[in-house]
């Protein structure tokens, strides 16, 4: 089987990417923990993929994806994790619209520590990872996957993920990377895969 050919997305493929992810996302764990259960899910599930896809993958980083948008991943590099103070609001706001009402302080808690990185700036930080159902079983997760470890080899760093739900975790661990603890309040493993180089 061939590895998947990645290319770099650009803003006017935010709106397929986000559809992939709420396709991907369908039964994930945590984003089944967060997501409000009302008429406003839909929009609240499409701004939290758009703002994560602009903000965090295409203003700090990058967001490699196919030429037919069936898989994404959203790449921030070293010493880019940091959120200035909009970005945290921002976050705080987005996700609080995507769990809903009654829920603010868990989502206060959820963008923090999804926001939080790795306590070392000196590390790539793979920010999101979404393959379309339709495309699972062609390897595109791991050649997703391979694309920012390969970035983080070549510069002779660590690479740091939050997974969100357990067969995700695995689906790191057969990749290098190790579990450095779970979140208390949520479904969410903060993983690092040491430098290679």
């Known amino acids: 089987m061939s590895s998947p050919t990645l290319i770099t997305a650009k803003f006017e493929d935010i709106p397929a990417l986000s559809k992939m992810f709420i396709d991907a996302y369908a039964n994930n764990e945590a984003m ?52 200035d103070v909009m970005q945290k609001m921002e976050a705080w706001a987005i996700v609080g619209r995507m769990m809903g009402e009654g829920k603010l302080e868990l989502a206060k808690d959820i963008s923090e520590q999804m926001l939080s990185g790795p306590l070392n700036q000196d590390c790539y930080w793979l920010w999101g990872l979404g393959v379309a ?39 790191f661990e057969r990749r290098g990377f190790k579990v450095l603890s779970k979140s208390e309040n949520f479904p969410y493993w903060f993983m690092l895969r040491p430098a290679q180089g």
Request: negative net charge; charged residues 20%.
């Open 32 to 83: 089944q923990a967060a997501l409000r259960n009302d008429e406003m899910a839909d929009y609240a599930h499409d701004s939290y993929w758009r703002f994560a896809l602009g903000e965090w993958g295409m203003k700090q980083g990058t967001v490699f994806t196919t030429a037919e948008r069936e898989g994404c991943v959203i790449m921030v590099p070293p010493g880019k994790h940091q959120p």
């Open 133 to 171: 159902p339709s495309a699972g079983g062609k390897g595109l997760a791991g050649a997703l996957i391979k694309q920012v470890t390969d970035l983080a080899d070549a510069d002779n760093k660590a690479c740091y993920v939050v997974a969100s739900s357990e067969k995700v975790v695995l689906t």
